[in-house]
């Protein structure tokens, strides 16, 4: 019995692949960062891994973030729609004051209508907010992380997947829209998947002809 040199779960004795991640067993561990000897199969697969992590932080990052923005959102338009309903409620007294004070009383009504209406657009507005703006944006962002999580796993079985995801102008366009520090790591790992060209023509080739 072995573990898995990516996701160091068990694995039974001369099996190719991960039970649980599904990586290949015979191909290079990715490492971090370069060292003395490494291969340039193995430096290209070391770095498409790492910033595809980075890229998997930040889609979930913003993923969250926007989730807790929607939510406030929501709640602030729902208090305001309820403090316009007991402003309703009350009528004009809880405003008699303040409207004898600035000498309206001749120019306002004091309809109840009136009184809750600011209340409950101000709260219309929060909620509409909340679930047309930050709410889609969340679940948008929720979604790349699993389609990177999907790459992450992929690319030691048959790297020409990830490949072609992280060598795609379109996503970086797609990611400078909804999620610009996604956009940083997914830049870099374009031009780095581009540089490596020759190192990923091998492992794709190693794949294919079932050698790993």
Not at 45 to 58: D, G, P, T
Not at 139 to 166: H, P
């Amino acid at each position: 019995m072995k573990n898995c040199v990516y996701c160091g779960k068990p694995i039974p004795d001369g099996s190719a692949y991960c039970n649980g991640c599904g990586a290949a067993q015979d191909l290079p561990q990715p490492r971090p960062q370069a060292y003395a000897g490494e291969t340039a199969e193995q430096s290209a697969l070391a770095n498409m891994a790492r910033f595809l992590k980075y890229e998997h932080i930040a889609w979930k990052a913003a993923g969250i973030v926007l989730l807790v923005c929607a939510i406030i959102f929501v709640l602030c338009g729902v208090m305001y729609i309820v403090l316009g309903g007991v402003a309703g409620l009350s009528g004009s007294y809880i405003f008699d004051d303040l409207i004898d004070t600035l000498s309206y009383r001749d120019y306002y009504s004091y309809s109840p209508y009136i009184i809750s209406a600011p209340f409950v657009v101000a709260g219309v507005i929060y909620i509409l907010c909340g679930l047309l703006a930050y709410l889609p944006a969340s679940i948008l962002n929720f979604t790349l992380l699993k389609k990177v999580e999907y790459y992450q796993g992929t690319m030691y079985k048959d790297v020409s997947i990830a490949r072609k995801r992280c060598t795609s102008v379109g996503m970086i366009v797609f990611s400078a829209i909804f999620n610009q520090i996604a956009m940083i790591f997914i830049i870099i790992n374009f031009v780095k998947t581009k540089n490596n060209a020759a190192a990923f023509d091998k492992i794709e080739a190693a794949q294919k002809g079932g050698r790993i």
